[in-house]
């Protein structure tokens, strides 16, 4: 979990240095610093519950630190959405950013092709409001993620995202 939340945060930055919006790309920047103290934190709660052994407390607090790197990563994903939305600018030649280019716009492709869906089918009451029934919720990145097919997830047991390994190779 702390290396998954290591590539996030590398992620994050990554998409922050190409945000073409400040507010956006200062958004992910701070919820990627966030990330990163909790994945830091946890690491460190991992290892010294490892030293103490079982406890109640030592459990319950590791098993907390590990539902707040889930929102934090969680809130990486949903600013690196509103980046993509905004606009980013081009990748440099280093293959790390150009694949992480190539998944937002990705993203980017189903979420414009969901919306002309919606736009085209839509479900409309008789005051123009969309009806909530029925309706199939926008793509987010945490969803594309999700589908990449286990084939495509290359994620050694205990590999270090510094060891050669590109961003977008270990997905959540």
């Known amino acids: 979990m702390v290396s998954d939340g290591q590539v996030v945060v590398k992620f994050g930055n990554i998409l922050a240095k190409h945000c073409l919006d400040q507010r956006c790309s200062t958004e992910l920047l701070r919820t990627a610093e966030h990330t990163q103290s909790i994945s830091s934190q ?39 959405e509103a980046a993509c939305v905004k606009g980013l600018g081009q990748p440099s030649a280093d293959p790390e950013e150009e694949e992480v280019a190539a998944f937002c716009q990705q993203w980017r492709k189903n979420l414009t092709q969901h919306r002309a869906k919606e736009a085209l089918n839509s479900d409309r009451d008789e005051l123009g409001l969309r009806k909530t029934r029925g309706a199939k919720a926008e793509p987010t990145l945490m969803s594309l993620v999700q589908e990449q097919p286990p084939q495509n997830r290359n994620i050694p047991k205990h590999a270090s995202p510094r060891k050669g390994h590109t961003v977008m190779d270990r997905h959540l």
């Open 42 to 80: 946890l690491g460190i709660v991992a290892r010294v519950k490892a030293v103490t052994g079982e406890s109640k407390a030592s459990s319950e607090l590791l098993l907390s630190n590990v539902q707040n790197l889930i929102q934090a990563v969680q809130h990486v994903l949903r600013a690196a």
